[in-house]
């Protein structure tokens, strides 16, 4: 959330920031109206409640020397009815005040691309050249299939459309893939957190999900009341989890930076993606991601921000991946992000980059919401800056890995990392892909 202050004290600045984001200057000029109208009845308010404690003393001596006074005491009832008035009207401008922010994005950093969509990022570097064949590749939900290791017609049966089965060799190079990703992070430093993939309103909040984005998420519902909500909601991503688990938390400014990192499954009704990636493991309703969270102070937080991103590309690095970072313009950027880095690894059989981490830094975004706060040398409380990253998606990074891996007769190569947690399979072939194979045509 933004600070009411810094819009109210640099609204011209606000207005340019922001309509890069799709804001239009009309709606911060209406907040802050509103919040000129709340502080000038806050402080009359303010004023009341001091003549009332004043006016209460003198009433109350009165009476110590039975004296009347009966016009004060009528007085101040008058006063106390003015005052429910005034602070009935601030608790209404301040939940209006309050609805407009909360679905204000965040300020795009000075160095964000200007843009209203993907068009307009930029490409700040690029590792290894994409990957070419001497064949036709072929796509990865082909391949798993032909191999029996992905499984989507008995998803589909089970669950409905955008839903898969890993099987045999595929579970466990998913296995690998996910295993592989934590064990780096916490050569990095990040301490392993399993969290809950459940969780409340104020949770959703806290991150930027809610109120915005009801839509794209599942959440859980009353058995008896279908149409009443249990405040209970299927994490999108672990980033919920693990930036909540500070919520309302005082830190240590000693202790910062700190770095988190969990696997967890992530469920995503992918509202308004109808006929987009309708086939393969780019856009899941269900799917496994390892995420990457820090909490630190502001003036580190750029630096964590390249910390983060380098951290993401040593998995891709190390998987031998092809891939490109870059920097996403101000209006691609996620809700939450001041700058926001993504990388992008190839897929031969699309013959494009595909998105498979994004890196953001929130700033004091996150933090003013959750209300995050670190206690300096000093004594003094002060917001943290939180930031997050995709290290990395396991599903496309599966995909990613039998797409560049692939062989000519249908066999998919084993990344040198992954070996050790594949029990040293170095090929995945149609004769080790899946015991049970029988199923399978």
């Known amino acids: 959330m933004l600070d009411i202050k810094v819009i109210r004290e640099n609204l011209d600045w606000s207005k340019k920031k922001l309509a890069t984001r799709g804001i239009k200057p009309e709606e911060l000029d209406e907040l802050v109206e509103i919040d000129t109208k709340r ?3 806050l402080t009359k308010s303010e004023q009341l409640k001091a003549k009332r ?14 004296e009347d006074a009966s016009d004060a005491i009528a007085a101040m009832r008058e006063v106390g009815k003015e005052i429910k008035d005034l602070d009935k009207e601030v608790d209404e401008l301040t939940e209006k005040q309050n609805y407009i922010l909360l679905r204000l994005p965040n300020f795009p950093a000075d160095s964000d691309p200007v843009g209203p969509d993907d068009s307009y990022n930029e490409e700040v570097r690029k590792w290894e050249e994409p990957t070419k064949f001497d064949f036709k590749p072929k796509a990865h939900w082909d391949i798993g299939t032909d191999l029996g290791i992905l499984d989507w017609d008995r998803a589909a049966k089970v669950s409905g459309a955008r839903f898969v089965y890993y099987i045999g060799a595929g579970a466990l190079l998913e296995r690998a893939v996910f295993n592989f990703f934590l064990d780096e992070n916490t050569k990095d430093g990040y301490t392993e957190v399993i969290p809950p993939y459940l969780v409340n309103d104020a949770s959703m909040q806290g991150t930027g999900q809610f109120p915005k984005f009801h839509e794209d998420v599942y959440t859980i519902v009353d058995n008896d009341d279908p149409d009443k909500p249990r405040d209970l909601t299927l994490i999108p991503t672990a980033e919920v989890p693990l930036v909540n688990y500070f919520r309302n938390e005082i830190i240590h400014g000693d202790k910062l930076p700190i770095n988190v990192t969990a696997l967890s499954p992530a469920f995503r009704s992918e509202a308004g993606s109808a006929g987009r990636d309708t086939r393969g493991l780019i856009r ?9 969270v820090k909490v ?17 590309e040593h998995l891709l690095q190390k998987l031998g991946l092809p891939y490109h970072v870059v920097a996403l313009s101000t209006g691609d950027a996620s809700f ?21 981490s994004s890196c953001s830094n929130c700033t004091d975004f996150q933090a003013r919401r959750a209300q995050i706060r670190y206690r300096d040398e000093d004594g003094k409380l002060h917001l943290a800056h939180t930031l997050n990253g995709s290290g990395l998606a396991v599903g496309r990074c599966v995909a990613a890995i039998l797409e ?13 990392a992954l070996v050790p947690y594949m029990h040293g399979i170095t090929k995945i ?9 029988y199923l399978h045509k």
């Open 39 to 41: 502080r000038k009845d």
């Open 53 to 66: 404690n004043d006016v209460s003393k003198q009433i109350a001596e009165k009476k110590r020397n039975k």
């Open 284 to 292: 899941m309703h269900e799917f496994r991601k390892v995420e990457m």
């Open 296 to 312: 630190c102070k502001p003036d580190e937080s750029w630096d964590e921000l390249e910390k983060l991103t380098h951290n993401a």
């Open 336 to 356: 939450t992000s001041a700058k926001t880095y993504d990388l992008e690894v190839w897929m031969p059989a699309q013959d494009k980059y595909r998105e498979i």
């Open 404 to 416: 560049n891996y692939q062989n000519e007769d249908g066999t998919v190569a084993i990344p040198e």
């Open 429 to 437: 072939t149609p004769e080790n892909a899946v015991p049970f194979n």
